[in-house]
Structures are given as C-alpha cells and as structure tokens.
C-alpha cells in the first residue's frame, strides 16, 4: 500500500520577525506600495504585520492608486463596513500630485477619514477650498502642514482660526493666493509650537501694520509674496519678539523687493543666524552698511539665491571688508549655481581664503567660552559653497 502523498506545510514565523520583514520591504520606496500589498495577500498574520504601513504614508502620484485609495478609505455609504479604520493608520497624505482626481468636498472627506494620526498634509493644488478648514482643525497630531499649491483664496483670518489650537503643529506653508490681513487676523493666536512658517501671498493696503508672529517661530520663509517693497518689509520684520526669536530668514520668488528691503534685514534681525537672499538684489550697500555696525550680527551663513537679474552687483572686496566689522561672525557664503561663472572663481576663492583666515584668528585668540561656541557650531562648514 502506497503512503499518502506529503502535504507541505507552511513554515510558522514569530510575528516579531514578520514585522521585522515587512518593515525591511517597507525601507525601498521605489515598490514600496506593490510588495506591501502582496505582504497583506500572504495570510491574516502578514496582513496585520502590513497593512499598518501600506497606508502610513500611501503612493498617491497619480489618479488610479488616488481613486483606490479614496474608495478605500472613503467607502460609499451601501459598502460594507471594515472592521479595520484604515484611515486611522494614515500618518503622511500627500495629495500635490492631485490634479483633477479629487474634489473639495473629497479632500474634506479624506482629512476627516485620516484626522485621528495624521501627521503630514501636503495639499493640492485645485480640490482644496475654505470648506476644507473644519476637517483640517479635527486633525489634532498634525505637525507639518503644506498649503502652498492651492489656488483658491482662501481668507487668512479663517485659515488662521482653523489652525489655532493644532498644539503639535511646527511647520506651515501657506497658500500663494493668501491674502495678508494683519488687522483682522492680530487677535487669533498661532498654533502654540509653530517653529516654521512659509508666509505666501499679499498685503492688502488698508491693513499694514506690525506683524502678529508665532512666539516660538525660529524659521521664516518669504516666497512668492506680491509686494516686499520697504514699507511692507518693515511692517513685517519690525516686530522685537521676532528679533528675538528668528534664526533662519530665506527671501525668494518674491516681486517688488528692492534693494532697501535686503538691508534693512540686518537692522532688524541682528540675531539671524542664517540668511538667504535673492543675489541680484544684493549691492555694495549691504556690505558698507555692516562695516559701519560698531556690534558684529550673529550671522554665520549668507547665502545668494537665484532671482532674474543677469548677474551679481556687489564687489567681492565689499563683502571681505566687512568680515572685520559687521560680519565678524560669518563661516560660510553659499552662492546658487545662476551665479557660477568662470569669471567668479578667482572671487570665490578670495572670498573663501578670508573666512578661513578670519576664522583661524577668532580661533587663536578666542576664550572658552568661545570655544565651547565653536564647537556648538562645528558643522557649519567654513568657506564658500554652492547650491
């Protein structure tokens, strides 16, 4: 009599080491999503161990992964339901490659189906509206938060109330189509751990006036503001709590900035530790002005980012100069690759050859607790560099 042919059995693993195995699939971004989804086909254990980080961070870059993940997440009403909130393991939602998949009231619906553990929201551009508000302002583990695609306007006072008491909230990028209204908007209070602010949009004329900042904010961005002439420079940097404050100061893609904006940064910010500004708005005057300064600024990194003027209108001779007076605490001057000429290679080694040289005579001659600053700021690179 012939035994009976041997079944095979499935090898039984410690869900401790399945988890260790899908969070190793989990580490390739590129098939990411595809071996995270085979994971969950495997059985009920693997399927635990998985889905958890299938939509912790889900794919979203383009409109079939999108639809499935809506319906998924937001079944219709006769669907049955899952005895699983999956949109409660959502931890980052990115929806900027969204163009015409979603619709506002979707992307309210999707923000109020994910609100329990999101932590990242990058908005897009066309399906995010004022009806969106209610349900951001229910995402309470929100840390980071990018508005910065969205078109529609939506009033800053309301998008300032509806993010008020978000207390883990540290990064927001505002929409471009902002309008800055400082009057109406001075009473509501900031989220109370805004560390990081990306400030978009326009003033309105009636409504200059001094700036209401986040109290912890260390981090500011000015992008794609329509005016950054002096007058609203001023209204905006004035403010003592943000001297006191801010470290980080970036000024790009911004229209109607003038050279008299670019100066009066260091008037207003003497504490910046890093500042990047348009390099074609940068002149002598900059400089001459930081060697009249009798107290050196703590800047440490000045760099030049792109804008669309042809070239760079400062003299490297003015920037040394002022190494000896206001700039005395400078390490390192970063250009972007616009303004990497064959022609400012002999300038940037000077300019580089001065950091070093100053930075070896506050070496020599620094005390201790010099020192001790010193290596606080040990990685900041001393010299010239590009971006």
Not at 114 to 121: A, G, P, Q, R, T
Not at 162 to 188: F, M, Q
Not at 209 to 214: D, I, V, Y
Not at 261 to 290: C, H, R, T, W, Y
Request: aromatic residues 8%.
């Amino acid at each position: 009599m012939k035994s009976p042919p041997h079944v095979a059995q499935g090898i039984y693993l410690p869900t401790e080491i399945v988890i260790q195995i899908v969070s190793f699939v989990a580490s390739d971004n590129a098939r990411r999503q595809q071996d995270l989804y085979a994971c969950c086909l495997v059985s009920r254990q693997w399927y635990s161990a998985a889905v958890p980080l299938l939509y912790e961070k889900p794919q979203l870059d383009n409109g079939l992964t999108f639809s499935l993940f809506a319906r998924t997440v937001c079944p219709p009403i006769s669907a049955r339901p899952s005895k699983i909130k999956l949109g409660s393991l959502v931890r980052r939602l990115d929806m900027s490659w969204q163009v015409h998949e979603s619709t506002h009231s979707l992307t309210a619906r999707l923000l109020g189906r994910v609100k329990e553990n999101l932590e990242v929201f990058i908005a897009p551009a066309a399906a995010f509206a004022i009806n969106c508000l209610a349900s951001l302002s229910k995402c309470s583990n929100l840390r980071y938060l990018d508005l910065y695609l969205v078109r529609e306007s939506i009033p800053f006072t309301s998008l300032k109330k509806s993010l008020s008491n978000l207390g883990k909230l540290t990064t927001v990028r505002l929409p471009r189509s902002t309008s800055l209204n400082v009057t109406d908007s001075a009473n509501i209070k900031w989220p109370s751990h805004l560390q990081r602010l990306q400030l978009s949009g326009s003033f309105p004329t009636s409504s200059i006036g001094p700036f209401s900042w986040p109290d912890r904010l260390t981090s500011l961005t000015l992008r794609s503001c329509e005016d950054l002439s002096v007058g609203p420079m001023t209204s905006l940097l004035s403010s003592p709590q943000l001297a006191r404050s801010l470290k980080r100061l970036t000024v790009l893609e911004n229209r109607g900035l003038q050279i008299a904006s670019i100066n009066a940064i260091p008037i207003f910010l003497p504490q910046l530790k890093f500042l990047s500004v348009p390099g074609g708005m940068v002149d002598n005057s900059f400089f001459e002005m930081l060697v009249e300064m009798s107290t050196p600024i703590a800047l440490e990194v000045l760099e030049f980012g792109p804008c669309d003027s042809d070239g760079l209108d400062f003299s490297y001779w003015t920037l040394i100069d002022a190494l000896d007076r206001g700039l005395a605490n400078l390490r390192s001057v970063g250009f972007h690759v616009k303004w990497c000429t064959e022609d400012r290679i002999i300038e940037d080694e000077r300019i580089e050859q001065a950091l070093e040289a100053r930075h070896r005579i506050s070496a020599t001659n620094g005390h201790a607790a010099a020192e001790a600053e010193a290596e606080a700021d040990a990685d900041t690179d001393v010299g010239v560099y590009y971006t």
